[in-house]
T-cell receptor, first 112, second 114 residues
């Protein structure tokens, strides 16, 4: 079946460091891929998405590229800030159902 | 108010109590969802209401009962819960009945079952 695997956290970085959070997926066909972010005390919000192979989603300095050959959708940011501290969720969806398939989430801690 | 609003934000209940969680969306969406978020586990979809049709996860215990009186309001009725039901319950809404993947979430209701 469909599944999403994220790197375990927490990931702890210093401010201005380069960030990568790995996400790989298993799915038939051509799913859409998403990154959601959950800031402390808040609900989740969509950060970026990509709907077909080689698409790059980007928002707030974050980027992720849909790589079908490696079934990956890694999240990257060139220079993180303390305000980026949050939990990041990778997810996929198929047109055929209501469900997003979620990864377990990766907690990111940025130290000043 | 805008977005998706959940009340209460925090709830503590005993195993014999009956309580309800409420969700309201002000986005004009036509699908609403209940999710359970537990530590170190993927988000678990509990129920979906889309265009008045209910879709549910068959693994959700019957002690959780959803109600969707209209497209803007969603309730989760709770009765005879267990301590393992303690979690953050998130409500979400979306525009499409079939997912475009963009869900709009409320801030959640933190439930503690004693």
């Amino acid at each position: 079946g469909n599944s999403v695997t994220q790197m375990e956290g927490p990931v702890t970085l210093s401010e201005e460091a380069f960030l990568t959070i790995n996400c790989t997926y298993t799915a038939t066909g051509y799913p859409s891929l998403f990154w959601y972010v959950q800031y402390p005390g808040e609900g989740l919000q969509l950060l970026l998405k990509a709907t077909k192979a080689d698409d790059k989603g980007s928002n707030k300095g974050f980027e992720a590229t849909y790589r079908k050959e490696t079934t990956s959708f890694h999240l990257e940011k060139g220079s993180v800030q303390v305000s980026d501290s949050a939990v990041y969720f990778c997810a996929l969806s198929h047109d055929s159902n209501y469900q997003l398939i979620w990864g377990a989430g990766t907690k990111l801690i940025i130290k000043p | 108010e805008t977005g998706v609003t959940q009340t209460p934000r925090h709830l503590v209940m005993g195993m014999t109590n009956k309580k309800s969680l409420k969700c309201e969306q002000h986005l004009g969406h036509n699908a609403m969802y209940w999710y359970k978020q537990s530590a170190k586990k993927p988000l678990e979809l509990m129920f979906v209401y889309s265009l008045e049709e209910r879709v549910e996860n068959n693994s959700v215990p019957s002690r959780f009962s959803p109600e969707c009186p209209n497209s803007s309001h969603l309730f989760l009725h709770l009765h005879t819960l267990q301590p393992e039901d303690s979690a953050l319950y998130l409500c979400a809404s979306s525009q499409a009945p079939r997912l475009s993947g963009e869900l709009f979430f409320g801030e959640g209701s933190r439930l503690t079952v004693l």
